[in-house]
């Protein structure tokens, strides 16, 4: 395959994927965030990997331009790798959420491509951390990839960026996931707070 009919193809399936997404579900996500906020809730957003770098600027624009209370545990990086190194990986996040009293009131957002598999050992921390977080009642929602995983099985709300390739699972995953929740914050039943280049004359 020539980089010309590889670029071609990609953005093809870019292109069948924005088509397949289910905007119910979106629109689920953001009555679910409305809600937390109406509550005084606040929203961890959990992930790792490319997921982790997701989280962090998305607590940026949930606090920014949502107006919302909105934390990432990867953030601290001397948290995390305290925690991990005492206590190990599995518990990392669900640690950090208990210091955190998370709520009922509360929600987690997930940006996941598995979503979560105890089985496979994979991301088990996200599996543990939402376990825990359905023992508080707090909501959870997700972007996650392929069927979800545990994400897809426990959440309020979870849009999965629909497969058209098994060889591009991840880059449209974790592309998709940004494109979703910069329709959520920009969408006017959220939005609080002007962009600045939207907002320049």
């Not at 009922?104 to 979503?115: C, E, Q, R």
């Not at 995983?149 to 995953?173: F, K, L, M, N, R």
């Amino acid at each position: 395959m020539s980089k010309l009919e590889y670029i071609n193809k990609y953005l093809s399936e870019a292109v069948k994927i924005t088509q397949m997404i289910d905007p119910t579900t979106v629109e689920r996500m953001i009555d679910i965030i409305g809600q937390i906020r109406k509550n005084s809730g606040r929203l961890f957003i959990l992930g790792v990997g490319g997921g982790a770098g997701h989280a962090s600027h998305a607590v940026n624009d949930f606090r920014k331009i949502v107006g919302i209370e909105a934390y990432c545990p990867t953030d601290n990086v001397s948290e995390l790798t305290a925690r991990i190194n005492d206590d190990g990986w599995d518990t990392s996040f669900v640690n950090w959420l208990k210091g955190s009293r998370l709520t009922h009131n509360d929600g987690i957002l997930v940006f996941s491509v598995g979503g979560g598999n105890a089985e496979k050992k994979i991301s088990n921390n996200l599996v543990v951390a939402l376990k825990y977080a359905k023992e508080t009642g707090s909501k959870i929602i997700g972007i996650v990839g392929k069927d979800g995983g545990y994400t897809a099985q426990v959440a309020d709300a979870a849009v999965i960026i629909p497969t058209v390739s098994p060889e591009t699972i991840t880059p449209h995953t974790e592309a998709f996931q940004a494109v979703i929740w910069h329709l959520i914050v920009s969408h006017p039943d959220l939005k609080s707070y002007e962009m600045k280049w939207e907002s320049t004359k």
